[in-house]
């Protein structure tokens, strides 16, 4: 980066502009290159693409040098440009970071990405004990008085609503109610 700064002084042939800008831009990025630095590393994050953010834009400043008109401050025109070029390298950049599942974590242990990545099914162990567990629940449903039986079905195994079970049954919310809390206590006592 600073190689391009002190490049900035030498005149490509047949570019010719004023000899106050080109002294203004001089100037400007000697004194405030690490602000513009700092203001690319705030939009890109990283210090070798805010790097690249200030080299493109004092290379471009340089390019458009006789598009400055001395309206603003040249400091305001360089960090308008360098935000530019930050927000370029931003849009350049892939959507999500891509990491391959091969990628060593740890150097001393070779631990991989794909080892720390959780699997969201459950072990073969758990779908055996829930198989299990499932087995011995209908088995415990089918002891319960049939009325019981009846409204666990319909609001535990079936999901549906207090109002929705009331309204098969020909009862209402609040006997639904007391008869799956009824129903919950005798399946646990069961169960054991």
């Avoid at 513009?36 to 493109?56: C, I, K, S, T």
Wanted: overall charge neutral.
């Amino acid at each position: 980066m600073q190689a391009l700064a002190s490049q900035i002084g030498e005149q490509q042939p047949g570019v010719h502009f004023p000899e106050q800008n080109l002294g203004e831009l001089q100037d400007v990025v000697s004194r405030y290159l690490p602000t513009l630095y700092r203001r690319a590393y705030r939009y890109v994050g990283d210090p070798h693409d805010a790097e690249d953010a200030v080299q493109d834009a004092l290379l471009s400043a340089y390019k458009h040098l006789d598009q400055f008109k001395g309206t603003a401050k040249m400091t305001t025109w360089l960090t308008a440009i360098v935000t530019n070029c930050a927000l370029t390298q931003l849009r350049r950049r892939p959507r999500q970071p891509h990491v391959s599942l091969d990628e060593r974590l740890d150097e001393e242990q070779d631990y991989r990405v794909s080892d720390r990545l959780a699997d969201a099914k459950p072990s073969p162990e758990n779908e055996c004990i829930w198989s299990e567990l499932h087995g011995h629940l209908l088995q415990a449903v089918t002891e319960l008085t049939p009325s019981l039986r009846k409204v666990i079905q319909l609001r535990g195994l079936k999901g549906m609503s207090t109002s929705e079970t009331a309204e098969i049954l020909g009862v209402s919310d609040g006997t639904v109610k007391s008869q799956v809390s009824r129903a919950r206590t005798r399946l646990k006592r069961l169960m054991r």
